[in-house]
């Protein structure tokens, strides 16, 4: 009996380290990448030619695609996507105003809801 109760609680305790709350609560209703993420990525990121398909030194970042092939951006995991660990560290963009911190809570909800192209 003892040695099942030490079972059930090491289940247990495997069940509950086993669930992951995101550091930041999501906002309510759909990121929109149309509406809402691609106007911060050209504005913040391919305005300069620093990630446009006209610059050979950096990947672009124009399109939903690049995002997900170049920008490293793990859907359902903005802490596992490069993306958001440049943003949120504050590395980019280079040279110009850092996003705010509602661009940044929009990029993070915005992957962690699936990095959907709507």
């Not at 106007?39 to 399109?63: A, D, R, V, W």
């Not at 802490?79 to 963009?93: E, F, G, W």
């Not at 705010?100 to 699936?114: F, R």
């Amino acid at each position: 009996m003892r040695r099942e109760f030490g079972y059930l609680l090491f289940l247990i305790f495997i069940l509950i380290s086993c669930k992951h709350e995101s550091l930041v609560p999501p906002l309510p209703g759909d990121v929109s990448y149309s509406r809402q993420i691609a106007p911060i990525m050209k504005s913040s990121c391919t305005y300069s030619g620093c990630h446009n398909s006209n610059n050979n030194l950096n990947f672009p970042l124009e399109k939903y695609s690049d995002l997900i092939d170049y920008g490293g951006v793990v859907p359902y995991k903005p802490l596992d996507s490069d993306l958001y660990d440049v943003i949120a560290r504050r590395y980019m963009p280079l040279g110009t105003t850092k996003l705010s911190l509602a661009d940044q809570k929009l990029i993070y909800d915005w992957i962690n809801k699936g990095a959907l192209d709507n």
